[in-house]
Nanobody
Framework: QVYLAESGGGLVQAGGSLRLSCVAS????????LGWFRQAPGKEREFVAA????????YYADSVKGRFTISRDNDKKTVFLELNTLKPEDTAVYYC????????????????????WGQGTQVTVSS
């Protein structure tokens, strides 16, 4: 069974930083594009960032562009999300997801594009 495990969430003051990690198991990691989504209470799950299979292309939601950075280490089967200059509106549960796709495909920006999901990690930003 495929398993994605997020870690690194926590409570941080506005302007602070966090680094989220997501480790995959039982997955041919390099065959998957990877994404980060988030969901705040009472809101739909929204796209945050995605990275291609090779790691050569990255994509961001406008709301996080310039503040968040996605990266991956295929040898360690891990995807990272660096969160900088955090704002209270970034408060949410953050989920990583894996999308089995062809090498040249752009990762999806909707949850239905993804095949596997982690359980999420809470990020809380205080003002």
């Amino acid at each position: 069974q495929v398993y994605l495990a997020e870690s690194g969430g926590g409570l941080v003051q506005a302007g602070g930083s966090l680094r989220l990690s997501c480790v995959a198991s039982r997955l041919t990691f390099s065959r998957y594009a990877l994404g980060w989504f988030r969901q705040a209470p009472g809101k739909e799950r929204e796209f945050v960032a995605a990275i291609s299979r090779s790691g050569g292309s990255t994509y961001y939601a406008d709301s996080v562009k310039g503040r968040f950075t996605i990266s991956r280490d295929n040898d360690k089967k891990t995807v990272f999300l660096e969160l900088n200059t955090l704002k209270p509106e970034d408060t949410a549960v953050y989920y990583c997801a894996a999308d089995h796709t062809i090498l040249t495909a752009q990762p999806g920006r909707v949850p239905s594009s993804y095949d596997y999901w982690g359980q999420g990690t809470q990020v809380t930003v205080s003002s």
